[in-house]
């Protein structure tokens, strides 16, 4: 009979555990305006197709499928995002332990005298006593507090994950950036060694002329002056080259050294010739891992209003225990003496819940904070695609400029070296052309390298992807 007046109320506090301390979370809403169609998307260089998630292999390159393949295995800063998300998931892991029972094993021998009169009539005034038990129990979770940490826990491990995505789509971005950089380097160098070895041609032309008495000193001395100007930049498009050649190997976890010679075989500029698939606002925001981060950090923090919040009422914990002491170590599992105890824990910081109220406004506060974060994330995310769709349309239409200002320079080269070599003009207009030309050739290649880089900033900003 006693135990079952024990046992009734712990059944009716179980039956209240489904009561929860705090706001219940609603994801929030993003504006309306910001789920339709990009403004900068109307451009013919894009479409609305759902954006790509592995958009790089729209450059149709092996190599770079396998530099990013290498880079999502080994690059450092995915393994540390990795490391992260496994610690935030063992902090879930530990909150859900916070369920169940818990329970502890002890055990322990002692030797040692028994006073006189605390001694049984012919028990051994010296001896062994070894005791052992039992004990288990368990947080009814009247209003909440742990399954509001739950759900804390939970969200922190949702946004550990959305942070190792956003990761991983920083680290497919540079990749292919610095894949880039070294493909556009190499471009970049063709087209300026070519325009030394014209110049080359052009200058021993000028010399030959000049010992025919048909130029003069100054025209040879103009035209090594363009030849040297144009060398000079050798040197410095070799370095970044090998800088872009040295990120590269550094983002997929190599040495320097260790880059395979693949890698740089590459000599023509990452394009893609089709028209780009960007989506809309909703697939944008669902995609960004930025936005989900934020999100679910948001629902970390509004549990952990029901987390402080539950400090303010009583916290009822189920206990037992069950043990037994005696001399030998068979006593301490059973043959000896049979303890037990078994009932309720009752905790509560009462009247004096200043802290607890502290607590709960703190608690508000970071809700608050993770609420204008997400606010925003979003904000941000739509603000850097625009300007991705925008400055990507712009470069494009800048290097469809420059390809007919280098045709036209080319041009112009072809028939002003015709008339030099007939006397009709002069060596400076020669040179002002062969100038004209050279400049628009390197403003090309330039140009080329900027449209690629442009894509790959467009392709981050979309959230980008990271399935191989």
């Avoid at 062994?128 to 940490?149: A, C, N, P």
């Avoid at 679910?296 to 209003?305: E, G, K, S, V, W």
């Amino acid at each position: 009979m006693t135990l079952s007046r024990i046992i009734t109320p712990m059944v009716s506090a179980l039956a209240l555990s489904a009561c929860a301390a705090g706001p219940d979370y609603v994801a929030p809403t993003p504006p309306a305006a910001s789920s339709g169609p990009f403004l900068s998307a109307t451009d013919p260089a894009f479409v609305a197709a759902p954006a790509q998630q592995d958009w790089w292999r729209l450059y149709q390159d092996p190599v770079l499928d396998q530099l990013i393949a290498d880079a999502l295995a080994a690059n450092t800063d995915v393994r540390v995002a990795v490391a992260r998300l496994e610690k935030a998931r063992s902090a879930l892991r530990g909150a859900r332990s916070d369920r169940l029972p818990q329970t502890s094993l002890s055990a322990g021998a002692t030797y040692g005298r028994v006073p006189v009169t605390q001694r049984a009539p012919g028990a051994p005034q010296e001896d062994w006593s070894v005791d052992g038990g039992l004990s288990v129990s368990y947080e009814v979770d009247l209003f909440g507090r742990v399954s509001r940490g739950v759900e804390a826990a939970r969200g922190d491990a949702d946004a550990a994950a959305a942070d190792a995505d956003a990761v991983r789509v920083a680290v497919v971005a540079d990749t292919t950036r610095a894949y880039a950089d070294a493909a556009s380097g190499a471009a970049r160098l063709k087209v300026a060694n070519d325009i030394v070895g014209l110049l080359d041609r052009l200058l021993d032309l000028t010399r030959r002329r000049q010992s025919a008495g048909l130029a003069t000193t100054l025209d040879v001395a103009r035209i090594a002056t363009l030849r040297d100007q144009r060398a000079a930049d050798i040197p410095r498009l070799t370095a970044d080259r090998q800088a872009a050649l040295f990120r590269l190997a550094t983002l997929t976890g190599r040495t320097p050294d260790a880059l395979p010679p693949i890698a740089a075989a590459r000599s023509l500029n990452l394009e893609i010739g089709q028209p780009i698939p960007v989506g809309d606002g909703a697939t944008l925001l669902a995609r960004r891992p930025d936005v989900r981060a934020a999100e679910r950090r948001l629902a970390a923090d509004t549990a952990r209003i029901g987390v402080a919040t539950a400090s303010l009422y009583p916290r009822v914990t189920l206990g037992g225990s069950i043990g037994s002491t005696g001399p030998n170590i068979a006593d301490a599992f059973g043959a000896g003496p049979l303890r037990w105890l078994l009932g309720p824990l009752i905790s509560w910081s009462f009247p004096n819940q200043e802290a607890a109220r502290a607590r709960i406004a703190g608690a508000r506060a970071d809700s608050q904070a993770a609420l204008a974060t997400f606010d925003g994330a979003v904000l941000n995310a739509l603000a850097e695609t625009e300007t991705a769709l925008s400055n990507y349309a712009r470069s494009l239409e800048r290097r469809q400029s420059l390809k007919a200002a280098r045709d036209s320079a080319e041009t112009a080269a072809k028939i002003t070296r015709a008339q030099q070599r007939e006397g009709a003009i002069d060596s400076l207009q020669l040179l002002d052309t062969e100038r004209t030309f050279a400049e628009a050739e390197a403003a090309l290649a330039q140009q080329d390298a900027a449209v690629a880089q442009a894509q790959i900033d467009l392709f981050r900003a979309l959230g980008g992807g990271w399935t191989v």
